[in-house]
């Protein structure tokens, strides 16, 4: 595994990490090698690519790259060592429907559908706000933050108006992007300092889209100033446990079920057929350990009324509630998707712009 951040970051990086060891226990004779903070801020002159290479030369016969910043090396290692079976979480380099395929035998990508997981992250910080005020601290901009911060907008509107009864046109939804999936300092924004930045400006829930929990420690320190601020980190299942008082949940990834299952695989046939998964969540339960690879876990912060209608919310995504239906509008107001029609997947994965009603940038400079 190439693990974008540190293998413990309460986040992204360490989710995967989690996942690399439920595969140990639960396959016997698999061993993870693995290397952390793949980054330029980290390992500035050496690619993913070129640490992919280690990992071979330390035996290893499939490589993991876990994000989406490795989408270039990622190809470009599969098509210099086609014996050697790659798997990128995320990209879209094996889906011959979309706009970046790569002829490589040997490639194939896996995702959640985390989309569902930011809408019921939206839904909880509708339902919570007093300020009718949410921040969505965002990492870099490409196809997927913009249509997982799309995605929590949604559910952030249609719980505001149909659970919490209030008139969306009153909710403010901003976000503000700090340049990469966590803090390098002198390349990024501080995501402290924008998280507080949201707080000072009235936002009293603040959901993350990066791999770490700054948004949850601000939090915490507003509210013992006096303040009655709320956050939702992301990506890992214990992230609440830095400020359990004001979590009102965590939307989070949940690798070892599938990693399993082509780990097993492989090692069962020797093969890896190249495919492109966008996996649902387990609607029957989101936060089985052993079927759901998005789940959502509930913080203590979260009341018991909004608790309630969150599960309402999460049953009707069960049963079929499809957010991204027309009519939708781009940020600038050019129509998308007209009234009556769902998104295709294609639509939602290269979402082009944020979503009209939503404040922020929606290109990167």
Known sequence: MLLVGPYNDHGYSEAHYIGGQYVMENLPGTEMKYIDKVNTGDRPGTTPAQLAEELVNQGATVIIFNSDDMKDSAVEFAQNHPDIITIHASGDSAWQEGENYVDAANLSNVFGRMEYGKMIAGCAAALTTQTDQIGYLG???????????ASVYLGARYCYENYAGKDPADLTFRVSWIGFWFNIPGVT???????????????????????????????????????????????YEGACEEGANVCLGVPYFNWGPIYLKYLREIKETGQFPRRFEWLDPDWANINNPDTSIVGFLKGEALSEEASQKLDQFIAELAGGLNLWEGPINLQDGTPYIEEGRAATDHEIWYLPQLLEGMQGQSVAE
């Open 189 to 235: 924004s501080d995501p402290t300092q924008v998280a507080d930045e949201f707080i000072n400006s009235g936002a009293d829930v603040i959901i993350s889209g990066i791999d770490t929990t700054e948004a949850l420690a601000q939090a915490v320190k507003a509210t013992e100033a006096g303040k009655s601020v709320y956050a939702i980190p992301y990506d």
């Open 139 to 149: 990492p870099l901009i490409n196809d997927e933050t913009r249509r997982l911060a």
